[in-house]
């Protein structure tokens, strides 16, 4: 037989050293397979709880220890009671000794009985570490509560983590998040620079792209489906910083957009491009959040899908054998210029283009046989949708071309893999998840300050 015996050896400030035997491990004097070679989790899970409560229960028997020397006289002040409290952690729950100290004798003549203090439980504020909060928040930020809960369950001594109490500490945490969101916005200063300064700031204003997403909602909701806004805010220089709400709930949208605008280095009066899919109600939200000026770009992605919707069904015309009567050439030309015109600009033209077309499919509807009519009355709905999409969304359509070169994004195919970073890949229809628009805000949040790496900030933010 071989034993492996883990002594923890405990040295003081004052040098004391205390001896505890942790764990003892035995394997055959030889092992004969390979599932005796080595540490097994249960032993480990059985040392580190062992570590783990020897730590802290000499931490907080030290915290006690000082805090009971009365600052005024130096003496110990009596005790009154020894209590216990029970304290989770990533490696186990730990119950310390929480003795109970009444008021020192030199304050006399207060009552004895009427002032104890507890040291432990000043320093114990939580029943749970914010590292085992913070875990648990970012496990079930990534898969869902229950499956986090396994995940905790298998390799971790944890104190006993069923998907309720994963589910209230990520909620937890997402409070904390828009705390902490809440006082960067109260924190967002002035721009007091001159025009010219401002100018030049112009170059690297922070871009919102912002796109929404539907979440299917728990039975008993009001609606089958609520929607969730998700962004990202790029700024050259700065790393990203996504953002995610569900307006309904979000205690204060405006200051979740501006502590991630803050987080870019804007300030209150800075421009802000925003690029969006011709929902009015996104460049809105940036507006009233801000409450500066505000540039908003169609993005070229949704605009170019509709232009392609155009172009399928006419290349669909032009394959037809024999051809449709009526001239084909002109219209032909007017849907491949379609792109060109709306890269460059040239808003009016393109409508003007999609005019042309759409008179030229009437022709072909009056003029050919029912089979091909069908095609023509599919091209001619696509135009009058791309024509009102251009028409609804005049004053954020740009010459996307200048820009592109410039190195500026045009499309909100980056806030759409926000999208699906934040919301598909966690709360998505396969998963068969449905949401309380609460509990997905929450979720949201963390899963947002997760992807960019915020969490562990916050932890130090909120320690500080
Ligand atoms: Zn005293």
């Not at 068969?432 to 960019?452: F, I, Y």
Request: aromatic share 4%; net charge positive.
């Amino acid at each position: 037989m071989m034993q492996w015996t883990v002594r923890l050896e405990a040295r003081t400030s004052a040098g004391e050293v205390k001896t505890t035997e942790l764990v003892t491990f035995s394997r055959p004097a030889v092992v004969s397979t390979l599932a005796e070679v080595g540490l097994m989790l249960d032993e480990t899970k059985t040392l580190l709880a062992g570590l783990q409560a020897s730590m802290l229960c000499g931490q907080v028997a030290a915290y006690a220890a000082y805090h009971r020397v009365c600052a005024a006289c130096g003496m110990l002040r009596p005790l009154k009671d020894r209590r216990t409290r029970r304290l989770q952690t990533l490696f186990g729950t730990v119950e310390v000794e929480a003795p109970r100290f009444k008021v020192c004798r030199c304050r006399q003549p207060v009552p004895m009985e009427a002032v104890t203090v507890s040291p432990v439980c000043t320093l114990l504020t939580a029943r749970c570490t914010p590292e085992l909060e913070r875990v648990q928040a970012e496990l079930s930020a990534r898969t869902s509560f229950r499956d986090a809960a396994r995940i905790f369950d298998t390799l971790l001594p944890a104190s006993p983590a069923n998907q309720e109490s994963v589910r209230t500490r990520t909620h937890a945490v997402a409070l904390q998040l828009e705390a902490a969101d809440r006082q960067a916005a109260a924190k967002v200063t002035a721009v007091r620079d001159a025009p010219d300064k401002a100018a030049a700031a112009d170059a690297s204003r922070p871009v919102v792209m912002l796109d929404g997403a539907y979440i299917r909602a728990i039975p008993g909701h009001q609606v089958r489906n609520f929607e969730a806004i998700c962004g990202k805010v790029e700024r050259d220089g700065h790393p990203t910083r996504r953002f995610a709400l569900v307006r309904s709930v979000a205690e204060q949208p405006h200051a979740l957009l501006r502590a991630a605008l803050q987080d870019q280095g804007w300030r209150e009066g800075d421009a802000v491009t925003v690029i969006s899919d011709g929902d009015p109600a996104l460049p809105a939200l940036v507006r009233s959040a801000t409450g500066g000026p505000v540039e908003p770009i169609l993005d070229r992605f949704h605009l170019c899908m509709r232009v392609h919707h155009v172009e399928q069904v006419m290349r669909g015309l032009c394959a037809l054998e024999p051809p449709p009567l009526a001239p084909l050439n002109h219209a032909q030309i007017d849907v491949e210029r379609l792109r060109h015109l709306l890269w460059n600009g040239h808003h009016e033209k393109a409508c003007e283009a999609l005019g042309r077309i759409t008179s030229w499919a009437k022709d072909v509807i009056v003029l050919n046989a029912p089979g091909i009519e069908a095609k023509a009355r599919r091209l001619v709905a696509r135009c009058t949708e791309l024509r009102s999409y251009i028409e609804n969304n005049k004053g954020a359509l740009i010459d996307y071309g200048p820009r592109y070169r410039a190195g500026k994004p045009i499309s909100t195919s980056r806030a759409e893999s926000t999208v699906n970073q934040l919301v598909n890949a966690r709360m998505n229809k396969r998963r068969q998840m449905r949401w309380s628009p609460r509990g997905a805000h929450h979720v949201l949040q963390v899963r947002a300050a997760v992807l960019d790496g915020r969490l562990g900030h916050l932890a130090i933010q909120l320690a500080t």
